[in-house]
């Protein structure tokens, strides 16, 4: 069984960045895709970004507008997601996922971490 740990939440003030990364146990990693999955209070988790582990391609979602980076660190099995200006908006749990498919769809990742929260004050 994949587990997954994250870090790097916190409290930033808008504007501000914050670096989550998502480490993958060793002995299990063979999911093609890693991603980022969010949900903030009262709403449902939605998609952030992925990337392909092998090709390296990346997705984001349209809310993220070239704020955010995600990066793969192959070696480690780890991921990072970069997040520059930051809005109260973003306030959210952030999940990380791992699955054998690429994509936007939650339904394609069979391994998710505990969360992490991040908080932006205005």
């Known amino acids: 069984q994949v587990q997954l740990e994250e870090s790097g939440g916190g409290l930033v003030q808008a504007g501000g960045s914050l670096k989550l990364s998502c480490a993958a146990s060793r002995q299990t990693f063979s999911r093609v895709a890693m991603a980022w999955f969010r949900q903030p209070p009262g709403n449902e988790r939605e998609f952030v970004a992925a990337v392909n582990m092998e090709a390296g391609t990346t997705i984001y979602a349209d809310f993220v507008k070239g704020r955010f980076t995600i990066a793969r660190v192959n070696a480690k099995n780890s991921v990072t997601l970069q997040m520059n200006s930051l809005e109260p908006e973003d306030t959210a749990q952030y999940y990380c996922?791992?699955?054998?498919?690429?994509?936007?769809?939650?339904?394609?990742?069979?391994?998710w971490g505990q969360g992490t929260q991040v908080t932006v004050s205005s």
């Open positions: 996922a791992a699955g054998r498919i690429w994509g936007r769809e939650s339904g394609f990742y069979d391994a």
